[in-house]
């Protein structure tokens, strides 16, 4: 497995440095997944206050500022649409960081529709490359 | 924290666990929570299955980071709590995810299985006090 992962990583790193001469992009673990456990798109949630579950599949959590080949951390975009692919993700009240390695966090939303994204980020809040995204879910505050 | 941590709490969270030896010395959140979002109590499976890992106040960081409040989960399968003050063992019923994995897929023989989370500091070694989950039992078919 970490041969695989080694040589994917050459691989990706090759074509990356070709493409993006300045920036080192981590590449993604084959297979790697984000999603959002809970809630679920669609889901009414009453009083607005939940908690999020943030979901990863073949990669591990580590705090922002941890290199370690096949992990990264958390950022919840809020009503947001996807940040700039090679720099590092915004922080503010819309793309929420979760550099202590968090998985869960405590949300509260306002009354409407609202969009949930999770995007993965690496040791300096970049995407991975190719991105490691979820599904962009919808939740509805009465 | 050391306020937190009066005679009282320490045995109340002693008293708690049944197995419990003394605990590590990494300092745990107060309210940390640790669960197993999956498979539930009592809950029928087919093997393989997905468990995934529940962790509230605290954050996930692979083992040998050196970073407060966080550590990483281990999986007991079959098996009471280990010491609590010393290295968490190793083997196939004492599961670590030192890569700072929140999910994994297992494979049990059908019957009966007991699961229960323990979280480790960067040297594999429990929480002052202990960060575990309920133990739950499950069927797999």
New interface residues.
Partial sequence: MSIRLVTFALLVGGIGSAALPAAAVEPAPPGAKVYI?WPKSGQIITGGKF?L?????N?????AG?R?P??GHHHLLIDADLPPAGEPIPNNRNHLH?G?????ARIELPPGRHTLQLVLGDADHVPFEPSLVSDRITVIVP | MLRFLSAASLAMALAALPAAGRAGSTPASKDAYLYI?WPIDGEVVKSPFKV?????N?????AG?D?P??GHHHLLIDTDLPPLDEEIPNNRNHLH?G?????TVLELPPGRHTLQLLLGDKDHVPFDPPVVSRRITITVR
């Fill in positions: 456990i908690w579950r943030m979901g990863l599949r990669m591990g959590v580590a705090p941890i370690k096949g992990t979760f202590s390695g968090q998985t869960e | 979002g995934w890992f529940g962790l509230r605290m954050g996930v960081a692979p980071v970073k409040n966080t995810f890569n700072g994995q929140t999910e």
